[in-house]
């Protein structure tokens, strides 16, 4: 099972900037979905991007397309959430996680192993 490790969060001001990196030191993540998710206070998790492991395909949820970029480089074993337009309502805990499986449109497994070596997450705060 794939272990992540996000960071990259903070305080930003509203329509400012953030990235957000997950990384594995014991997995290749190339062999994985990655999909970034995040958690409002009083809210269920919702999944905001992902990309294929197949053949790089992106994702991303209609809140936030247009704003978000998701992207991988390989040779950091990194996967990368670059965020810009921030908005009060991107305030959130944004996890990353990784699958094997077969992904849809989505950011849903629909084949294979679910998404999981959830890391502790990394807070996002937009201040207006």
């Known amino acids: 099972q794939v272990q992540v490790v996000e960071s990259g969060g903070g305080l930003v001001q509203r329509g400012g900037s953030l990235r957000l990196s997950c990384a594995s030191s014991g997995s290749n993540l190339d062999y994985y979905n990655i999909g970034w998710f995040r958690q409002a206070p009083g809210k269920e998790r919702e999944a905001v991007s992902c990309?294929?492991?197949?053949?790089?395909?992106?994702y991303y949820a209609d809140s936030v397309r247009g704003r978000f970029t998701i992207s991988r480089d390989n040779a950091k074993n990194t996967v990368y959430l670059q965020m810009s337009g921030l908005k009060s309502e991107d305030t959130a805990v944004y996890y990353c996680?990784?699958?094997?499986?077969?992904?849809?449109?989505?950011?849903?497994?629909?084949?294979?192993?679910?998404?999981?070596?959830w890391g502790q997450g990394t807070q996002v705060t937009v201040s207006s």
């Open positions: 990309i294929s492991k197949d053949d790089g395909s992106t």
């Open positions: 996680a990784g699958s094997p499986g077969i992904l849809d449109p989505r950011c849903v497994i629909k084949a294979g192993p679910p998404f999981a070596g």
